[in-house]
């Protein structure tokens, strides 16, 4: 089976990638980045579709800058809800199933219980709505349809929050993080062979997933144990996010339930804090 990968040079692709000479046998897999694939522009999707003929198409291309989508909304719009549109009419007209990676960001973020599928989506910011847009498209063109929601995407690839401490304690002495936002550090790694196991059970189950690691925790919860692993020490300070203003608004609690995907596909989820360990153990 062919598998295609937009957004194949990003952090979720690189995941990907890794996980090529495991899957060889059974799978092809085409990486294309935005030169070579890009999903606001139909006729690039359409030479792409027809050279591969992928059986599989897995969306890793997305507009993620949070706060800088405030105000590059049109920007946020034509990749995160054209892009999917897009994808979803071609994959519609060459038969190929559509693996979209979407967000907790499309939760208002008020809940105290771990968020399901069948939850009410109220997105606070441009990025959640763009998101949630491209969901809707999706959802109303192809029946042929996996939406995975993730959330606090990390890994030893692309930018993210753990690189971004890591860096950050070479830099400085003190280190300050929001702790009243909780939701769930999920490894790029462990999403990739998730996508993966999807594929490759032949389970026709389309709609809506949720895929984070388990467990859950608060930003300053995720430094503390990053810093940890990293057998790195510094003063380390739990602040409100009212001390820590963006343009975008985050959602208070964004903990999503797994258990239909671990349902429908037997995958079992790791914990993130062993999981953060044992990446970090890998490198």
């Given at each position: 089976?062919?598998?295609?990968?937009?957004?194949?040079?990003g952090?979720?692709?690189?995941?990907?990638?890794a996980?090529?000479?495991?899957?060889?046998?059974?799978?092809k897999f085409?990486?294309?980045?935005?030169?070579?694939?890009?999903?606001?522009?139909?006729e690039?999707?359409?030479?792409?579709?027809?050279?591969?003929?992928?059986?599989?198409?897995?969306?890793?291309?997305a507009?993620t800058?949070?706060?800088?989508?405030?105000?590059?909304?049109?920007?946020?719009?034509?990749?995160?809800?054209?892009?999917?549109?897009?994808l979803?009419?071609?994959?519609?007209e060459?038969?190929?199933?559509?693996?979209?990676?979407?967000?907790?960001?499309?939760?208002?973020?008020?809940?105290?219980s771990?968020?399901?599928?069948?939850?009410?989506?109220?997105?606070?910011?441009?990025y959640?709505?763009?998101?949630?847009?491209?969901?809707?498209e999706?959802?109303?063109?192809?029946?042929?349809?996996?939406?995975?929601?993730?959330?606090?995407?990390y890994?030893?690839y692309?930018?993210?929050?753990?690189?971004?401490?890591i860096?950050?304690?070479?830099?400085?002495?003190?280190?300050?993080?929001?702790?009243?936002?909780?939701?769930?550090?999920?490894n790029?790694?462990?999403l990739?062979?998730?996508?993966?196991q999807?594929?490759?059970?032949?389970?026709?189950?389309y709609?809506?997933y949720?895929?984070?690691?388990?467990?859950?925790?608060?930003?300053?919860?995720?430094?503390?144990?990053i810093?940890?692993?990293?057998?790195i020490?510094?003063d380390?300070?739990?602040?409100?996010t009212?001390?820590?203003?963006?343009?975008?608004?985050?959602?208070?609690?964004?903990?999503?339930?797994?258990?239909?995907?671990?349902?429908?596909f037997?995958?079992?989820i790791?914990?993130?804090?062993?999981?953060?360990?044992?990446?970090t153990?890998?490198?």
């Open positions: 089976m062919v598998v295609l990968v937009t957004g194949g040079n952090q979720l692709g690189q995941a990907l990638q996980l090529v000479p495991k899957h060889e046998k059974n799978l085409y990486f294309a980045g935005s030169q070579e694939a890009d999903i606001t522009n139909k690039s999707l359409n030479a792409i579709f027809k050279k591969i003929k992928p059986d599989f198409c897995i969306n890793a291309a507009y800058a949070v706060d800088k989508a405030e105000s590059e909304p049109e920007k946020a719009h034509s990749i995160n809800a054209e892009g999917a549109t897009n979803a009419e071609v994959c519609k060459y038969r190929t199933t559509l693996l979209h990676i979407s967000t907790d960001f499309v939760f208002e973020g008020q809940k105290k771990p968020y399901t599928e069948k939850d009410e989506t109220n997105p606070q910011g441009v959640g709505l763009t998101k949630l847009q491209g969901e809707l999706i959802q109303n063109i192809l029946p042929e349809h996996f939406i995975i929601r993730t959330s606090w995407l890994s030893e692309g930018n993210n929050f753990m690189k971004t401490m860096r950050l304690a070479g830099e400085r002495d003190s280190i300050s993080v929001v702790d009243d936002q909780k939701g769930t550090p999920t790029a790694n462990d990739a062979a998730a996508l993966v999807m594929i490759s059970s032949g389970i026709e189950e709609g809506i949720h895929y984070s690691n388990e467990g859950e925790g608060t930003w300053y919860d995720f430094a503390k144990k810093f940890e692993v990293n057998n020490t510094i380390l300070r739990r602040i409100p009212s001390a820590y203003p963006t343009p975008a608004k985050r959602p208070e609690y964004s903990v999503m339930d797994k258990s239909k995907i671990k349902k429908a037997g995958i079992e790791p914990d993130w804090q062993q999981s953060l360990a044992d990446n153990a890998r490198q």
